[in-house]
């Protein structure tokens, strides 16, 4: 039976698009005197900012010029006014540039690669606009996050001098019920490998994934409202619980977080904990350090590429999203189905019982 045949209910289906936009450049994108990149966010843990979904536009020219262009809209799917800013920022120059875009964005780098530019899927380092722009995302987050500070400040002014009390922004509640669910045997393994992911949307919906070798399955969905690097670590935490009831000896804990790595190396080289680096808070740091001191067994954290073809983490992702959808429909309806897909799944990985390097095609 192949992984990609999960058969259960419609509810939670998911196909995911066949990308014909290269991750890898070639050596004319390579040599283009302009490199440009793009980054969209959405700041759900910002009280009051409703769904604004923001961007950044990069672009480094071979004399070492770079400049940025940054935008906000409250438009749920503002992809034709990006394709607009960036026709006024780029177009003249749209066939000396090479664009890279994050590699889930598989729609914008589509669309731009249908408006005649030359696109790449992932931040690719060698892309000269690529090796800034996450540092001035990061830049810019922590300026939204000021801002919005100073406003909530502003409007309980009134409230602490004993004036009228200033209303609260409220987020429709979209979540249905929370989705939790166990299957840990353990067995006897002295090495076990595990993949873990998350999953996370703007409607405030979050959800974590672990899949050990063997078929060991622990999914968990909830309210969520901060950095998606924070469920990614929270993840590994759990891989680190899960391990502590085990009798294994070593293992190995796949993400695809780079977030959430850069965190654990620094954790573990320096012991330093820097509250809110990478987006992340010291309380969860301190929480990662203490499962991993509490880890009897030899534990090797690997970072590599989301949607490489690396087994448990494919099916982690699959897991952590199939949780967060089915958190948002009613449980009676939503629960059975997430059971079986589970259950199918991990029949299937019984059934492969082998370590990580297996090619994965499920949808």
């Known amino acids: 039976m192949s992984l990609n045949t999960v058969s259960a209910g419609d509810l939670l289906s998911r196909t995911l698009p066949e990308s014909t936009i290269p991750r890898v450049p070639n050596a004319e994108m390579i040599a283009k005197p302009m490199h440009a990149s793009i980054i969209t966010w959405t700041m759900p843990e910002i009280i009051g900012d409703g769904l604004m979904v ?38 003249q120059y749209r066939e000396k540039t090479w664009i890279c875009v994050p590699k ?124 998606v690097g924070a469920l990614e670590l929270r993840a590994v935490i759990l891989a680190l619980e899960y391990l502590q009831g085990s009798q294994a000896a070593s293992a190995v804990i796949h993400t695809d977080s780079e977030d959430a790595y850069c965190v654990i190396e620094e954790l573990i080289t320096s012991g330093r904990v820097i509250d809110g680096y990478r987006g992340i808070e010291e309380a969860l740091s301190l929480e990662f350090l203490a499962a991993w001191n509490a880890c009897s067994a030899k534990v090797s954290i690997i970072r590599h590429r989301g949607h490489t073809g690396l087994l448990y983490n494919e099916v982690a992702d699959e897991l952590a999203w199939m949780a967060r959808v089915a958190a948002k429909h009613p449980g009676e309806s939503a629960e059975p189905e997430l059971v079986e897909r589970i259950k199918l799944l991990q029949i299937q990985l019984q059934e492969r019982n082998q370590f990580a390097q297996q090619p994965w095609s499920g949808q």
């Open 104 to 227: 889930r964005n598989c729609n914008i780098a589509r669309r731009f690669a249908d408006s005649g530019y030359a696109v790449t899927r992932g931040l690719n380092q060698i892309n000269r606009a690529a090796r800034e722009i996450e540092r001035l995302v990061c830049d810019a987050k922590l300026s939204l996050t000021q801002r919005a500070r100073q406003r909530q400040r502003l409007q309980e002014a009134p409230a602490r001098r004993g004036g009228a009390r200033s209303l609260e922004a409220v987020r429709p509640r979209v979540l249905a019920w929370h989705p939790e669910y166990w299957s840990t045997s353990y067995g006897h393994p002295k090495r076990v490998v595990i993949g873990v992911d998350a999953s996370s949307d703007p409607a405030g919906v979050g959800s974590i994934a672990m899949v050990a070798a063997g078929g060991d399955v622990v999914v968990f969905a909830g309210e969520f409202t901060g950095h």
């Open 54 to 91: 923001y961007w950044l536009i990069v672009d480094s020219r071979d004399d070492g010029t770079l400049t940025s262009h940054a935008s906000a809209s409250e438009e749920p799917r503002p992809l034709p006014i990006m394709l607009r800013e960036l026709e006024q920022l780029l177009g």
